[in-house]
């Protein structure tokens, strides 16, 4: 039982480019999500997801795009990185019941 | 609207116990939570309270939480160097998908 799993850890991007940030969680929850941590900021919701193929977009979405084809995996797509995306991202998966979010250990994004 | 407040830097001495204060303004919050973040990892839970009790205790830690005043507290005990880290305090606020929020984090430093 791995939990939730992000790839990859670290990743330089050049303005403009696009890339796509991995998640997966193995304990068959259903709602995932996709923060953003900025330094001394809390964390802001970006897209979350209630099941495979519900998407919806959170507090600050503009600049990303999701999808959940199965239970286990939400990626999380940039399109044209901009400097503004410089943050470290989480991916968490919720257990029903005490509503508890389980996080991965991040991806930290640079966009030079 | 929907906020949670907490001071961002604490110091305490080995040995002695740390208080980390949250104040949060939504008071139809479900849960409340403590994170705790260590460098360059995930946020991982702590402990949670469900937003009709007081008092949580688990082992070194000791929740409080006032609901007139909307505050909570985490006491640690016998504070060691390994407790250095980032302390998130969250509430969940019964939504369509559940929402969290979190407030900046706590910075908590352990002299020896």
């Known amino acids: 039982n791995a939990g939730v799993t992000q790839t990859p850890k670290f990743r330089i991007l050049k303005i403009g480019q696009s890339m796509t940030l991995q998640c997966t969680q193995d304990m068959n929850h259903n709602y995932m999500y996709w923060y953003r941590q900025d330094p001394g900021m809390g964390l802001k919701l970006i897209y979350y997801?209630?099941?495979?193929?519900?998407?919806d977009k959170g507090e600050v979405p503009n600049g990303y795009n999701v999808s959940r084809s199965t239970t286990e995996d939400f990626p999380l797509r940039l399109e044209l990185a901009a400097p503004s995306q410089t943050s470290v991202y989480f991916c968490?998966?919720?257990?029903?019941?005490?509503?508890?979010?389980?996080f991965g250990p991040g991806t930290r994004l640079t966009v030079l | 609207g929907e906020d949670v407040e907490q001071s961002l830097f604490l110091s305490v001495r080995e040995g002695d116990s740390s208080v980390i204060n949250c104040t949060y303004t939504?008071?139809?919050?479900?849960?409340l939570y403590w994170y705790k973040q260590e460098p360059g990892a995930g946020l991982q839970l702590l402990t949670y309270?469900?937003?009709?009790?007081d008092m949580k205790q688990d082992q070194r830690l000791t929740v409080l939480l006032n609901k007139k005043d909307k505050h909570l507290s985490l006491r640690i005990a016998d504070t060691q160097t390994g407790d250095s880290a980032i302390y998130f305090c969250a509430e969940s606020i019964e939504t369509s998908y559940d929402k969290v929020i979190f407030g900046p984090g706590t910075s908590l430093s352990v002299i020896p």
């Open positions: 997801s209630v099941g495979a193929g519900i998407t």
């Open positions: 309270i469900f937003s009709n009790m």
């Open positions: 968490a998966s919720r257990e029903v019941g005490t509503d508890t979010q389980y």
């Open positions: 939504d008071s139809s919050s479900t849960y």
